[in-house]
């Protein structure tokens, strides 16, 4: 962080305060002075009104200013590259917004440790919310952090899998994969008939990961990427290896086609929705492409999805699936007061449904009325996700910045070289993981 940055961002945040403090009128008057402005501003900053999250909690929240003039709502709109960098320094001088969004795994388990954050599942406790919360994202949200509370709201939670053409897996006989051996025999028959298996955009790294660490949770069970922080799995061990070793064959047998690592995620979608790669490993995030008539050409019926298969032997479950929950979502500590309880319960209560009903929006936040008019597909993920025992974390989610560096670009490296090796892979993953504070 440059200096002249850093003075910018806490002057910034110290007019920040002052304003807060005297719109509140507890500050600047003398004492004979009429407090004649009572309002209380609460605020919201966030990366783009335009996403699905922020601009359903602006709308709840404009419903309450208009039944209470004296609390006004402001969001603020954040470039993701900067949002950091801002929420650290108004952290630093003490003046966190009432609600902000962050970077979850270290950066927010910082924020929890030194007070700044509430433990949002206490807090709807107070207020009578617990209810509103899906045992599934609570879980996922609180290993992120080491299981140390729930200092996240889920307000977005997506699960994982392999996405499925029916129409040609019935044209060539193929039944959903149970095992990782019959994944890579339905690709070989793919492959056989002109098929491409698999969409994958290696061209953003992070899906080959995705891949490898779906492979090693089967081996070691949905919790393997928490064990190997608390340095009880190294990633060196045979299966994380066998598990690179796996990902780097499909690539070489050429089951991700010829440009894997320069294909982006627009490209290996339109690919599956045109029916020209039979599977695709992706989100529940992608449902927007797969519910629309205009991206999706073999229609929602053909689409299907199933778990990541098994590997002999191994500790995972179908129970356990890999999920995540997007850009995370705060509660600042300091500005929690009686205020802050009555919005947060009005802005809150029913936040599941209204995000199904109006905006067909899976959340972590449960559905009690599920429309009649919801998309096949996306009722059939909220089902699914209703089911889930346990939440995987993604492969880099425990990783600071520079060990995500090196397991995305040796990613890439390892399906396009067949001389490094998976062992390699893991053996300079580990070295970073080594440096890891």
Partial sequence: MNRPAAAMGLITALCVFLVSCSSGGSYGTNEDEQITDPTRVIHYVSSDLEEQQPRIISEQAREYEKQHPNIKYEFENVNTSDLVQKIQLLAASNDLPEVFSYESGRPL????????????????????????????????????????????????????????????????????????????????????????????????????????????????????????????????????????????????????????????????????????????????????????????????????????????????????????????TSLSAAAYDDTMKDWLKAVFTGYGDKAMQEYGVITGFNVQNMPDDVPKLTQMTQETIDSVKNGALWFEALFDADTQTVAWNNAQLLIANKDYTGKMYMQDLQAALDKQQ
């Fill in 109 to 328: 388990e910082q924020l929890a440790d030194n007070g700044f954050i509430l433990d949002i599942e206490k807090v709807f406790r107070e207020l009578g919310l617990q209810n509103e919360l899906n045992p599934a994202a609570v879980k996922l949200l609180k290993s992120m952090v080491r299981d140390k509370g729930l200092y996240a709201l889920p307000l977005e939670i997506n699960i994982e899998g392999f996405w499925y053409n029916k129409k040609l897996f019935a044209k060539y006989g193929l039944a959903v994969p149970e095992t990782w051996d019959d994944l890579l025999r339905a690709a070989e028959v793919l492959q056989s008939h002109g098929v491409q298996p698999f969409s994958l955009a290696g061209g953003n790294k992070w899906p080959i990961t995705r891949l490898i660490n779906s492979y090693v949770i089967r081996v070691y069970g949905y919790d393997a990427m928490q064990r190997v922080a608390r340095k009880e799995l190294k990633v060196t061990d045979p299966g994380f290896v066998k598990a690179a070793d796996t990902v780097q064959r499909m690539a070489q047998l050429g089951y991700f086609g010829r440009h894997v690592n320069t294909t982006e995620t627009d490209e290996a979608t339109t690919m599956f929705l045109e029916g020209k790669t039979a599977m695709y490993y992706t989100g529940s995030w992608s449902l927007r492409d797969f519910n629309s008539t205009i991206r999706n050409k073999i229609g929602t019926d053909a689409i299907g999805l199933f778990n990541i298969p098994l590997v002999k032997g191994g500790a995972g479950t179908k129970d356990d699936w890999l999920m995540n929950a997007g850009l995370t």
